[in-house]
């Protein structure tokens, strides 16, 4: 990570604490933070973010919307890639 | 992406979020699966209208940017059928539940299959009547509590995949929430379908489902979902008790038929030559 970027960014303001992205997570990047925000829910964060492959199943499964990845540009629109490019080449 | 936003957001009304479904309730997803699948199949958004009768899942209509229909419990696929035969270059979708489908609506979904007029219809599945407070529904699985189930429900449930496939549609799929890139996929190949194309998505109600059925959290009800779940092509090995309780997905149905508006143009043209039903009134116009 250089300064302020991020892989994957969690909008506190929609999620409403399901933890669904924990379960539909392949690779366990999630974990559960102890603290309550001012909405009473235990937002999800992000642990181990070196584990994540951008597959991008997390954006898809997420009901409010609130996960975001930072995906390449408009991977989904090829026809013949039903996955992320980036899926099977084991980043970094 | 440099700006960092949701790549759904675009579509969806953002001064109407976050939306008022329950934590952990499918449709949220159900909604990302589509507008990724409608990506992928080239889709205009701006000719997309949508359908939707009365339920949890039938709100959905109501968050996205484009034109809906927000009509009268289970009559969904009537009005869609309408709006379908009046401009048939448009692409309605209807969103449906399992009470407006199945129930109250069930003629209407089994006679739009017959006729096999070009809809899609994603119908989504959440065993029990959600907005009302808990009651059986007709897909609810046999031996589930539920407010007017105390002792657990003693009925058989609808097979909604396979029943559509029976009555003449030509795309049939089942798929579960957890399974979300078979979800896209199927979806897209409903959308380019030339047909009744009809997908029933299991969801996960923690709210009332859950609740009364001792799967409180909706990881719970998604772990369940998952351990439950068989695949069409496994299960046509299996024995009925084998079966029993179990989710099968998969494809019902994947064939080519006349469709419905196509043969209505069609005897139109035959009859009537120019002086067609719906474009005559605007012949100068065009």
Not at chain 2, 148 to 166: C, Q, S, W
Request: net charge positive; with cysteine.
């Amino acid at each position: 990570m250089i300064g302020d970027f991020k892989l994957i960014i969690i909008d506190e303001n929609l999620c409403k604490g399901c933890h669904l992205c924990l379960f539909m997570c392949y690779k366990n990047v999630y974990a559960i933070s102890p603290e309550v925000n001012k909405k009473g829910v235990q937002l999800p964060f992000v642990k181990f973010e070196e584990r994540c492959t951008k597959c991008g199943t997390c954006e898809v499964a997420c009901p409010d919307q609130a996960i975001t990845v930072d995906l390449p540009e408009n991977w989904w629109m090829n026809e013949d890639v039903n996955f992320n490019p980036l899926f099977t080449r084991h980043g970094k | 992406m440099s700006e960092n936003k949701n790549r759904f957001l675009p579509y969806l009304r953002e001064d109407r979020l976050p939306h008022i479904f329950c934590p952990g309730c499918g449709n949220g997803a159900i909604i990302n699966a589509f507008l990724a699948a409608m990506e992928k199949a080239d889709m205009d958004f701006d000719n997309i209208a949508m359908v939707s009768g009365i339920g949890c899942s039938s709100r959905i209509p109501g968050y996205l940017k484009c034109d809906s229909l927000h009509t009268t419990h289970g009559r969904a696929l009537s009005f869609a059928t309408g709006l379908k035969t009046a401009n048939k270059d448009l692409d309605v979708v209807v969103f449906t539940g399992d009470g407006d489908a199945a129930s109250i609506g069930g003629n209407h979904l089994i006679h739009a299959a017959r006729r096999n007029i070009n809809l899609t219809v994603i119908c989504i599945n959440n065993n029990i009547y959600g907005m009302t407070g808990g009651q059986i529904s007709p897909t609810s699985p046999k031996g589930s509590f539920a407010t007017t189930a105390p002792y657990g429900n003693l009925d058989t449930p609808f097979k909604l995949a396979e029943l559509v496939a029976a009555a003449g549609a030509s795309y049939s799929a089942r798929w579960t929430t957890v399974q979300m890139e078979n979800l896209v996929l199927s979806i897209k190949a409903g959308l380019k379908n030339k047909g009744f194309s009809f997908i029933e998505v299991a969801t996960q109600c923690p709210t009332y489902f859950g609740r009364k059925n001792k799967l409180k959290t909706p990881t719970a009800m998604a772990a369940v979902m998952k351990a439950n779940t068989v695949f069409k092509s496994a299960a046509d090995r299996m024995s009925a008790r084998e079966l029993e309780g179990k989710i099968v997905v998969g494809e019902f149905a994947n064939t080519q038929k006349d469709e419905f508006t196509e043969n209505l143009e069609r005897i139109s043209v035959e009859k009537s030559g120019k002086k067609t039903l719906i474009n005559s009134a605007y012949s100068t116009e065009l």
